[in-house]
Structure formats: structure tokens, C-alpha cells
């Protein structure tokens, strides 16, 4: 049972069930609507709507087995992130959507998961 007043710091991302050595700051959209205001000249006259693709991204550390053409590849993956409150944010019908670079200083990858939805339980 997570520390209830542990607000962050350990966090574990699997790719259909794979773990990933997950590295420093991510961050996610659950894809709720997003809401901007419409100005008109005389007052504010409501708003809009627009869509918002759900997401997890972040860094992982690269490896010896890590193979990067197989993760840019993935499609229709179920990707969790699991936060230090003890919630995991799950993204399904997920697939790779970040560029693939790697930096050889840290050994970092950048990665970014887009979905068709996304929970936060």
C-alpha cells in the first residue's frame, strides 16, 4: 500500500506487460475534451470543444536488449504508468508515436505512447 503523502518519485512503465526502466519526468493526458472560450466583440459567447489524443511520454534508459525498431513498432499495445499515489494511468489501443532518438550521453530514449483512450484508476 503506497505512503499516503508520497506525491511522487517512483514510477514503472510496461508495454503489454513488458517493464521499461523508466527514466525521470513523464507525462500523460487522459484525452478528455479540451475547452477554449469563443470571445465575441460585445462578450464571451461559450465555448468550444476540441478533441485530445490521449498520451503517456517520457524517457527510458536504453540497453543491451532494448531494441529500438521492435518499440517503434508497436501498434494496438496496451501501455500502463504506474505512479508513486498508487494510481496507473492505462492507455489502450496504444502505439509508438515518438520519433526514436537516443542520446548516448545519458543513454536516454525519448518515448511517446498515443492512444484511442485512456483511465486513470
Known amino acids: 500500500m503506497p ?6 518519485g517512483i514510477i514503472y ?3 503489454d506487460g ?6 525521470g519526468n513523464f507525462t500523460y493526458n487522459l484525452g478528455n475534451p479540451k475547452r477554449e472560450g469563443i470571445p465575441g466583440a460585445d462578450r464571451v459567447h461559450g465555448y468550444m ?8 511520454e517520457g524517457e527510458i534508459t536504453d ?3 532494448l531494441d529500438l525498431g521492435r518499440l517503434q513498432n508497436i501498434t494496438d499495445a496496451t501501455v500502463t504508468l504506474e505512479l508513486s499515489t498508487g494510481q496507473t494511468v492505462i492507455l489502450k489501443e496504444a502505439w509508438y508515436s ?4 537516443g542520446n548516448t550521453e545519458e543513454g536516454n530514449i525519448q518515448v511517446r505512447f498515443e492512444g484511442m483512450s485512456a483511465d486513470k484508476v
Open 49 to 56: 470543444e476540441k478533441v485530445q489524443v490521449p498520451f503517456i
Open 63 to 65: 540497453s543491451q536488449t
Open 18 to 23: 513488458e517493464v521499461f526502466d523508466a527514466k
Open 98 to 101: 515518438a520519433d526514436g532518438d
Open 3 to 8: 505512503d499516503k503523502n508520497r506525491r511522487a
Open 13 to 15: 512503465l510496461k508495454v
